[in-house]
């Protein structure tokens, strides 16, 4: 049995990459799909429709657990997935999320007990971040500031070049004016990684940035040794295997740029 990353484009690689770090030792399934991608500016039906076909088609190929890189699918979908398709689909395997992880750091690192959240539409909407942060502790404030522009400047590889500046200059700035007390900035986006440099030009000294690559791989190796019943299901080759929904050669070229690596992806259909 395998680990499944998913992801609705190449975010999740940045996730998945950082987990093979930790862990080396499984086997993962990485599918991205890529040809629905993006998910952020989606209802939230679609989103958890699309959602639920990737997870049955990781489930289809032997995944005992899956990560959902994708904060949006695990804003929108996850635990309706969780309480409602689970334990019919699948009551002994589990999929797991990013927000959670994320949540618990935030609270780990925020003194002014402001923290500010930078995501997609989707996510922002969902008021998740909000809601869950707020049951581990309710003292947190979070000011959230949804980033349209971003996943596709990174999708379209225009990060690198100065115009990105000005999209990343734009929302930082208004999140701050909002709430200049905010002292924990969360990336709640796979793809924010990427952006990372000018991120941190404009973002206020002493502000700590939430990059969720570590801390999600170490959120999954706290999980397999709190839940040996299902780490001893995890087979242990050290493989990798990436699918796409889009055409592999676009994703060979794209996921190569974000993990800066050779990647050689196999093509799936899922409906
Ligand atoms: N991977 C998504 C996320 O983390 C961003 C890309 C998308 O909008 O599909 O929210």
Redesign the pocket.
Known sequence: MKIGVF??????LTILENIRQRLPQYDYIYLG?NAR??????SFEVIYDYTLQCIKQLFAFNCQLIVV???????RALRTIQQQDLPRLAPDRRVLG?IRPTAEQTGKLTVSRVAGLC??D??VQSGTYPVEIAKLFPDITVVSEACPMW?PLI?NNEHIHDGADYFVRRHIHRLFERDPRIDTLIL?????PLLLDKIVRYVPENVHIIVQGNLVAESLAEYLVRHPEQEIRCSKGGTVVYYTTESTEKFNASASVFLKQPIVAEHITIN
Do not use: F, L, Q
Not at 7 to 12: K, N, T, V
Not at 188 to 192: D, E, I, K
């Open positions: 992801d609705s484009g190449y975010g999740g799909d991608t993006p998910y952020g500016t989606r890189a994708c904060n949006t699918a695990s804003a990013v995501a997609t989707g996510t996943v999708e709640g986006c796979t793809h924010y």
